[in-house]
Every structure is written in structure tokens, then in C-alpha cells.
């Protein structure tokens, strides 16, 4: 079955920088789009970053120009290079894919990590 497992997360200082890492596992026929997660107080899981089969991508504002989001299809991983992280950037980060399993008739599946953990200290 699908899974994406996520990594890279950890505890750095104000300013540090962290790569984080998804890479989905199992049958995976087509991989549209891949994006980041976090935790909103009183919503749902805001996006941080996005980017579609072809590369185009969406930043949440407060991170477009420190965070840079990049996908290699052949390792069918997605990645968030984080710069100039925040204290109030820690948080849990959850990968997210749209996948088709089987074929081009099947439709999409959306699917989610399990986050990955991102503390930035003052």
C-alpha cells in the first residue's frame, strides 16, 4: 500500500535551516501533486508549500522566499528546504501527495504522512 514517510525534521536555533524529506513507497502509478502541512491554531491543517507534476509551485506568504519546495520524480520524494526558520515555525510537518495507484482510469488518492517534527529555539 501507499505510505509517505517524512524526515529531516529536528531542533535548530533561530535562523538555522532544515531540509525536510518525503518519499512515497509502494505502487504508485502517477504522483500529481506533493506538498507541506502544519497545524493552525483553531483550523485545519494550513499549506505551507505545494508543487504540482510539473513543478509549479504555492507558498503560504510568511514563508514564500525562505522556503523552497522541489520534487525529483524518479526517487518519487518531495522536498522543503526551510531557511531563516522562526521560533514560531516549530511545529509538526505533514507531507501530502495526490496519487493514482493502478492506472490513468483510476482517480487520485489523496495521502498523508505521519509528520515529521521541526523545533526552532530563540
Known amino acids: 500500500q501507499v505510505q509517505l514517510v517524512e524526515s529531516g525534521g529536528g531542533l535548530v536555533r533561530a535562523g538555522e535551516s532544515l531540509t525536510l ?20 491554531a483553531g483550523k485545519q491543517r494550513e499549506l505551507v508549500a ?51 495507484e493502478e492506472m490513468p482510469s483510476v482517480g487520485f488518492n489523496q495521502y498523508w504522512g505521519r509528520g515529521t517534527q521541526v523545533t526552532v529555539s530563540s
Not at 504508485?28 to 502541512?37: A, P, V
Not at 526551510?82 to 501530502?96: A, G, I, V
Open 50 to 100: 505545494t508543487i504540482n507534476g510539473i513543478g509549479i509551485t504555492k507558498y503560504e506568504p510568511s514563508v514564500k522566499g525562505r522556503f523552497t519546495i522541489s520534487r525529483d520524480n524518479t526517487k518519487r520524494a518531495v522536498y522543503l528546504q526551510m531557511n531563516r526558520l522562526k521560533p514560531e515555525e516549530t511545529d509538526d510537518y505533514y507531507c501530502k501527495a495526490a496519487i493514482q
Open 21 to 40: 524529506s518525503c518519499v512515497a513507497s509502494g505502487i504508485t502509478f502517477s504522483i500529481e501533486d506533493m506538498g507541506w502541512y502544519r497545524p493552525a
